[in-house]
């Protein structure tokens, strides 16, 4: 019977909605420091092996590197695990006790979009509104990106079945008789941009679409991008097979909390 399993005890339970970080002032992570075995509570369980252990890995690390470089510890700036701990603590309990992808996509699935009604997200909301009142006027492309493909279509929605549990809600910026467009303001990168699977996902309800192109326009430094690539076959299946294994993921997770992820057949 030695090796019967032991079930986990339920130490506390929060909902997708009530998960945030959890930022350590100087004061928590000096008491913690002294009290390691609290950190069990937050999903850290350190004994003082490996304490020691990540100590050296840190000082070898450290001597390794440029010292006109680094400010990391070594051994000379850590008298006890104490010390250490007051300065490893703060970012690891931040980055442990964050809130997962899911925990904040099943939050916006309940309906609370807290988090983004931010500044930035206010700006490209305006943005898009115009682009969408120029396309919807002149039938053209915004002329902020200074191409033109033809007849264009403004804010297109169309519901398309991924498998037989799974339906797809699309709702492209642009569209025209070859072209899928979608329009990015702020910061990011072009590039960064470029590497989803957005515009594959939104070739998935529109197939005769043989390009898709990202509109990038940044305001404050009055940056325009435009980056194209081609929707082929094998992009519209990987962006199936993605969309189908994230919303697995969902339903599973939402299945273990009795969160109810389905539409109701009508």
Known sequence: ?????????????????????????SKDANILARNPAQLRELGLGLDEYQILKMIKNDAGISAAMDAALTTSLTPASISTPVQFLQNWLPGAV???????????AVRMLQGDWSGYDNQAMQLGQEWHKKFERETIKTEKMPVLFAYDLGKTTAEL??????????????????????????HKVGKTTLSACMSTYQLGCYSLAFPNAKYGIINRYYPYGNEVDVGIRHLTDQCRRE????????????????????????RENV
């Open 239 to 262: 962006s199936a097979e993605w969309i189908g294994t994230w919303a697995s993921i969902l339903r599973d997770y939402c299945e273990e909390r009795d969160i109810k992820w389905y």
């Open 157 to 182: 929605k169309k519901v398309v079945d991924v498998n037989d549990w799974l339906e797809f809600v699309v709702k492209v910026d642009a569209l025209t008789d070859t072209a899928i467009a979608d």
């Open 1 to 25: 019977m030695g090796n019967m399993k032991k079930l986990s005890q339920l130490h506390a339970h929060y909902g997708p909605g009530q998960l945030q970080s959890i930022a350590l002032d």
């Open 94 to 104: 931040h980055i442990v006790t964050a809130p997962r992808m899911i925990d904040d």
